[in-house]
């Protein structure tokens, strides 16, 4: 002013192109919707800083918006205008996200994008660069890839833990189950995460589980002489019916209950011929089960191995020697006995002397004994070649522990 006058007062000529211009009534630094400015309001130069702007949500740049105004002297207002021009800097606004639900399959490891993670953010240029777990998946095994900038592969995930991608989540969620999982997450936008925690549900659709046996293999004895070997079963999560056959090198040995799983061989094995493998002379028979229901198939191999029964009485007996010289002492070794017996295991054969073909009367004479299976000179012997017996019979009775004995004569 070429008066020297001071500036008393200023007139808004024209509003503000974009934003909010507004005069802050109650001094709050804070735009209330009663204090907008209007065209021709006039302010005194002593409220000029209560006068404010705020630009639009988001909104922001150079000379992003402008109004005009006129001054007053105290007398009287400028002829000309002043244009007023805000550049509005740009301010990181946090990301958001929301909640999201992803769908999976039951007993299927799910890997996540980066798209089930929802990110928005209003600074055109940001995106997702961090995933943060904030709590924890309620059922499964929730997994995090190079977690918290390392490289350390897969491993479970803690709390705040955080990832580059959504790839680098997956989820193995608990067998069988079907039941919804949830974690919490925050998203980064390579400056501050978001305000909230946000909540990812993965749905799970059913399948139709293959019936499954305890065991892939199993193996056990059967005596010979017996049918009964076992029953094996398989389980079913969905409780669908389950048929049982047979297939393998020695199935044609064998019974099954189709709807029970109940072995059996079809007629009883014997050790000593036993029929097996692929030769049909081994004790070790091998027979696979299939259980089968709707979602398919699991096998168990049982191996069975037939067992020796003493079922077999002694057929024959050899002595390897059968003389003895006169006078010989006592204790002296004339044979060693051996026994004929089916039974292929060779069972305990024990030798006792008895005074005929019966075998029923203990022999209680001094000519012969035997230690184990030795036939030896008696405790005091008679033989004597001069005196003319040069022969003498001696019966011997062996015996297997189950079956009816056997005596054989020898002459000596």
């Known amino acids: 002013d070429v008066d020297s006058d001071s500036i008393t007062h200023i007139k808004i000529t024209t509003l503000e192109t974009a ?78 996200s929301s909640a999201v639900t992803v769908s999976g399959t039951e007993d299927t490891l799910n ?66 189950s079907v039941a919804d999982v949830t974690f919490s997450f925050m998203v980064f936008d390579g400056t501050a995460y978001s305000a909230s925690a946000y909540v990812v549900t993965t749905t799970f659709s059913a399948v139709n589980d293959a019936p499954a046996f305890s065991a892939a293999t199993t193996s056990v004895d059967v005596a010979e002489n017996q049918q009964a070997v076992g029953t094996y079963t398989a389980t079913d999560a969905e409780s669908d019916t389950i048929t049982y056959s047979k297939s393998g090198t020695d199935s044609d040995l064998f019974a099954l209950g189709s709807s029970d799983g109940v072995l059996t061989f079809s007629s009883a094995p014997n050790f000593e011929a036993p029929g097996c493998g692929a030769s049909d002379n081994s004790n070790t028979c091998t027979v696979i089960i299939t259980a089968t229901a709707t979602g398919g198939t699991d096998t168990n191999t049982i191996t069975v191995t037939v067992t020796n029964v003493n079922d077999n009485s002694p057929t024959d007996m050899a002595l390897s020697a059968t003389s003895a010289a006169e006078n010989a002492a006592a204790g002296t070794d004339i044979g060693t006995l051996s026994t004929t017996d089916a039974d292929a295991s060779g069972n305990a054969h024990v030798y006792t002397l008895v005074t005929d073909s019966g075998g029923a009367t203990a022999y209680s004479g001094t000519d012969f004994s035997i230690d184990s299976a030795i036939l030896e000179v008696g405790s005091s012997p008679g033989f004597n070649y001069d005196s003319g017996t040069t022969s003498y019979t001696v019966y011997v009775k062996v015996a297997d522990g189950s079956n009816t004995a056997y005596v054989e004569a020898f002459t000596i």
Do not use: H
């Open 111 to 176: 890997t996540y994008t980066s798209g089930n993670f929802a990110f928005s953010d209003v600074d055109s240029g940001d995106s997702l660069s961090r995933i943060k777990i904030t709590s924890l998946e309620s059922t499964g095994d929730l997994e995090c890839q190079n977690k918290n900038g390392g490289s350390t592969g897969w491993a479970d995930c803690v709390a705040d833990d955080y990832v580059s991608a959504g790839t680098d989540l997956r989820l193995t969620p608990a067998s069988d």
């Open 19 to 96: 934003g909010t211009l507004f005069l802050d009534a109650d001094d709050d630094d804070t735009y209330d919707s009663n204090e907008d400015v209007e065209a021709d309001d006039e302010i005194a130069i002593g409220s000029i800083t209560n006068l404010g702007f705020v630009s639009a949500s988001n909104a922001n740049g150079n000379t992003y918006a402008t109004f005009k105004f006129k001054v007053k002297d105290g007398t009287a207002y400028s002829s000309g205008e002043g244009t007023n021009t805000m550049n509005v800097a740009a301010a990181n606004d946090l990301p958001t």
